[in-house]
T-cell receptor
Framework: GENVEQHPSTLSVQEGDSAVIKCTYSDSASNYFPWYKQELGKGPQLIIDIRSNVGEKKDQRIAVTLNKTAKHFSLHITETQPEDSAVYFCAASEDGNNRLAFGKGNQVVVIP | DSGVTQTPKHLITATGQRVTLRCSPRSGDLSVYWYQQSLDQGLQFLIQYYNGEERAKGNILERFSAQQFPDLHSELNLSSLELGDSALYFC?????????????FGNGTRLTVT
């Protein structure tokens, strides 16, 4: 099955700086890559996603890039704010269906 | 608010017992997914249902079972509970129509087995 890895496990950034989280996946057949944000006591919330026929997607301060050849994708958060502090999960679809394999998550801490 | 409702929020029970977790999907969603979240394993896919039928199985133990009812709500049954079953259990739903069909998660049920 699909194996998704995330790096780094914890990321601390100064408010206003950018944060980048990288993920790698193992199955070249995977073609859908969502990112989820999880705050304490809540479930994962979808923040952005990308399909394999697109190299980059942006939504306000959040962007995702995909490199199919290298099998990695990244989440970029610009102008970070304290409310961006959370655990971020990347995921990849398995076998072209909606089942997702998740990475183990990155704790992002934005320091005011 | 994702629109996915899970009950109860917390559950504390003893080893060997049986519990039922309940999930109501977003209005209009036909697919329900169950995930287990533990500190060392992250989010692990357990099982998926689509319009009442089992669609896919992941790392679900034989002691665990699930079903989706005609009104589309789903239940996850965990039996002969062990200490290692303590975790957060999430339900997610999607429309199930086309691909991709983004998953929307509930706030989970925290299970503690003592």
């Amino acid at each position: 099955g699909e194996n998704v890895e995330q790096h780094p496990s914890t990321l601390s950034v100064q408010e206003g700086d950018s944060a980048v989280i990288k993920c790698t996946y193992s199955d070249s057949a995977s073609n859908y890559f969502p990112w989820y944000k999880q705050e304490l006591g809540k479930g994962p919330q979808l923040i952005i996603d990308i399909r394999s026929n697109v190299g980059e997607k942006k939504d306000q301060r959040i962007a995702v890039t995909l490199n199919k050849t290298a099998k990695h994708f990244s989440l970029h958060i610009t102008e970070t704010q304290p409310e961006d502090s959370a655990v971020y999960f990347c995921a990849a679809s398995e076998d072209g269906n909606n089942r997702l394999a998740f990475g183990k998550g990155n704790q992002v801490v934005v320091i005011p | 608010d994702s629109g996915v409702t899970q009950t109860p929020k917390h559950l504390i029970t003893a080893t060997g017992q049986r519990v039922t977790l309940r999930c109501s999907p977003r209005s209009g969603d036909l697919s329900v997914y169950w995930y287990q979240q533990s500190l060392d394993q992250g989010l692990q896919f357990l099982i998926q249902y689509y319009n009442g039928e089992e669609r896919a199985k992941g790392n679900i133990l034989e002691r665990f079972s699930a079903q989706q009812f005609p009104d589309l709500h789903s239940e996850l049954n965990l039996s002969s509970l062990e200490l290692g079953d303590s975790a957060l259990y999430f339900c997610a739903s999607s429309s199930g129509q086309g691909f991709p069909s983004p998953l929307h998660f509930g706030n989970g049920t925290r299970l503690t087995v003592t």
